[in-house]
């Protein structure tokens, strides 16, 4: 069986070329190492929607400003308890409905917190994430509490040709694979 991720991106930064390329790079080294993977956004920016390979199915919410958050997470809950995800991986904002989907579905799932911007999850959130990932160093600083540093895990972003620091698409790829590898050994309840 394989095993299948709900990434759910940011709200406040869905549409943000970084975020779009992060999206985009994750889904990619997810389906690099055999999972199935569907996404969940607020809006379908066409740049993200266009470099996905064809099996990724991409859901999005009505725009209704004050109750976004809500049919986000009626979304993330309905696919959740449809699709049985093995993993859901949040982005920002993201994050704090990964946690809450996790929760309301009696814990079947683990999840990954991605964090670009600290001041967009809460303490509580990154504490209970099964890993967190941060793109470098000093947004690990901008956390209001540490994180639990065992679980945290630096990757920067996989355009080799942008920037010296970063990873190419298969060390990206097999950094995604040893977190998800690491999420599944502390949850087995999880990976069965």
Known sequence: MMRAALVITSIRYCMTAQETLRVQDTVAALQRIGWAVD???PRANPILTAALDASVRVFTVPRVPLFRHVLLFLKGFALATKRNYTVLHGLDEGVGLARTID????????YVAEVHHPDSVSPATIANASAIIVPDEETLAAFREPPPLARVSILPD???ELSENAFTA????SAIDGIYTYVLRTRPEVSA
């Not at 929760?103 to 683990?110: Q, S, V």
């Open 39 to 41: 996404v969940l956004t």
């Open 103 to 110: 929760r309301m579905t009696f814990k079947r799932a683990a």
């Open 158 to 160: 996989p355009h080799a």
């Open 170 to 173: 298969a060390e990206y790829a």
